[in-house]
């Protein structure tokens, strides 16, 4: 599993988007946790949630999120 250089494909719009992302692969465990810069939410992909191995695909983060101020 691998993270793309940077450009991620667009839901909204017909092209692609350059995002800053934060993003380690734990080998033993054999998950890969992304953060991007723009959403406060932590994922993680295993292989498990892989359906189909052998196709490239493509899961796309969440851009709708609720952010809550401390004070």
Not at 3 to 15: A, H, I, L, S, T
Not at 36 to 46: C, E, F, H, K, M
Not at 56 to 66: E, G, K
Request: hydrophobic share 30%.
């Amino acid at each position: 599993m691998t993270m793309p250089n940077g450009f991620v494909r667009n839901e909204k719009y017909n092209y692609t988007t350059y995002t800053r992302y934060i993003c380690s692969y734990d080998s033993k465990h054999k998950l890969l946790t992304v953060k991007s810069n723009t959403n406060p939410t932590v994922y993680q992909l295993g292989f498990e949630d892989i359906e189909d191995k052998d196709k490239r695909q493509a899961f796309f983060l969440d851009t709708d999120f609720i952010v809550e101020k401390l004070k």
